[in-house]
């Protein structure tokens, strides 16, 4: 089946540093990739959607600067979330569908802790 | 708006019962939905799909039924197992290329 990496699973970062997460699909082309972020023992909310080649559509209520979103190729999409704070800290999820498919294969997550 | 949502936050079953998890939703125009699996600190893993032509679709060990009628989906799992201890959301696709996620209900399994 598809498989859908994303790194680091865990990340721990002081206040005001910038963290990279990465989501790649590894056995197939991903022309379109999701971020999502989860709080405890909340759904997953939608923050933006990534087309390659093409700059993300961000969800209302998401900061565009805040979380910079590349997708360079097919099989990478990149999350930065940029100045972190405490509040920021959350689980984020990536997700990749296969070209021409509807099925989302999605990655382990980031457990992001800002102290 | 997009809404989709369940029914009860939590779930509690004996081992070998069948589950039955619901989920409403609110998009007349969603024609397509999913159940996924998710455990503590992992990302959601695809259970079943379904499309909005059809009421019923079968996986192994897992049916999702649709009623368009009163836009309702559930998920029914057969002779539960302790790996079947997870939260488990619906989503739905209006039509866009997003898929919008309800709330999700934990499933717990007494032995």
């Known amino acids: 089946g598809a498989v859908v990496s994303q790194h680091p699973s865990r990340v721990i970062c002081k206040s005001g540093t910038s963290v990279k997460i990465e989501c790649r699909s590894l056995d197939f082309q991903a022309t379109t990739m999701f971020w999502y972020r989860q709080f405890p023992k909340q759904s997953l909310m939608l923050m933006a959607t990534?087309?390659?080649?093409?700059?993300?559509?961000?969800e209302q209520g998401v900061e565009k600067d805040k979380f910079l979103i590349n997708h360079a190729s097919l099989t990478l999409s990149t999350l930065t979330v940029t100045s972190a704070h405490p509040e920021d800290s959350s689980f984020y999820i990536c997700?990749?569908?296969?070209?021409?498919?509807?099925?989302?294969?999605f990655g382990s997550g980031t457990q992001l802790s800002v102290l | 708006g997009e809404n989709v949502g369940l029914h009860l936050p939590t779930l509690s079953v004996q081992e070998g019962d069948n589950s039955i998890i619901n989920c409403a939703y609110s998009?007349?125009?969603?024609?397509?939905f999913i159940w996924y699996k998710q455990e503590s600190g992992k990302g959601p893993q695809f259970i079943i799909d379904i499309r909005s032509n059809m009421d019923k679709r079968q996986g192994q060990r897992v049916t999702v039924l649709l009623n368009k009628t009163v836009k309702h989906l559930s998920l029914q799992i057969a002779a539960t197992q302790p790996g079947d201890s997870a939260v488990y959301f619906c989503?739905?696709?209006?039509?866009?290329?997003?898929?919008?996620f309800g709330q999700g209900t934990r499933l717990t399994i007494n032995p």
């Open positions: 998009n007349s125009a969603s024609d397509y």
């Open positions: 990534s087309n390659e080649g093409s700059k993300a559509t961000y």
């Open positions: 989503a739905e696709s209006p039509g866009a290329q997003k898929l919008v």
């Open positions: 997700s990749a569908r296969v070209r021409g498919g509807e099925k989302l294969f």
